[in-house]
């Protein structure tokens, strides 16, 4: 069974432009959840998508968003980037909840 | 709201030692406790979870935890170490049912470093 893939894995942006990451879970997976990881913050979560509506969003400004496509395939979308928002984001995806979550390799954003 | 405190930001060990990576939670709560190990360059892969039941949790790789509701702790422990378990250890707690929709609360991570 395929695991959760993450495009791009690698991306390079200008302060200023906006961003999209496509993540695509596991076959049968309904649930779609994005973190970033800083060195600084650490793990945080960003949001949680379950057949193709939002649950949760974590303490993040508006400038994050996201969405899911009827095959559970998910992107997340920052817009105006700024300089903290270079991380690792990371996505997982479940049956249903946190007790069996996979995670992708994650996508690298560099803002300069 | 709930936090995940590691203790230790980095812990080097000899190989073949014994090793304990701490975590402590706060909670008003009931929990589901979960530890993730990350390798460099790569997403997170679970190691084990406490939901309910036994507090001793065995996982992959040799590693268990114990889940210690007074303490409030979930320590990762493993008898042996090998120079591939050099990695990034992750603690984290969701509360609530576990449906999914809060996410997951992660520690600031513990760096294992095995000596050879």
């Known amino acids: 069974k395929a695991g959760v893939t993450q495009t791009p894995r690698y991306l390079i942006k200008t302060r200023g432009q906006q961003v999209t990451l496509s993540c695509s879970p596991i076959s049968g997976h309904r649930s779609v959840s994005w973190y970033q990881q800083t060195p600084g913050q650490g793990l945080q979560f960003l949001f949680e998508y379950f057949s193709e509506t939002q649950r949760n969003k974590g303490n993040f400004p508006g400038r994050f968003s996201g969405r899911q496509f009827s095959n559970s395939r998910s992107e997340m979308n920052v817009s105006t980037l700024e300089l903290g928002d270079s991380a690792l984001y990371l996505c997982?995806?479940?049956?249903?909840?946190?007790?069996?979550?996979?995670f992708g390799p994650g996508t690298r954003l560099t803002v300069t | 709201a709930q936090s995940v405190t590691q203790l230790d930001s980095q812990v080097p060990v000899f190989e073949e030692a014994p090793v304990e990576l701490r975590c402590n939670y706060s909670s008003s709560v009931s929990v589901y406790l979960f530890w993730y190990v990350q390798y460099p360059n790569q997403g997170l892969q679970l190691l084990l979870k406490y939901l309910s039941g036994s507090t001793l949790v065995k996982g992959i790789n040799g590693f268990e935890a114990e889940f210690n509701k007074s303490q409030t702790s979930f320590h990762l422990r493993k008898p042996s170490v090998h120079i591939s378990d050099t990695a990034e250890y992750f603690c984290?707690?969701?509360?609530?049912?576990?449906?999914?929709?809060?996410?997951?609360?992660f520690g600031k991570g513990t760096h294992l470093i095995i000596q050879p």
């Open positions: 984290a707690v969701s509360v609530g049912s576990g449906g999914g929709a809060d996410g997951l609360t």
């Open positions: 997982a995806s479940s049956l249903g909840g946190v007790v069996e979550q996979y």
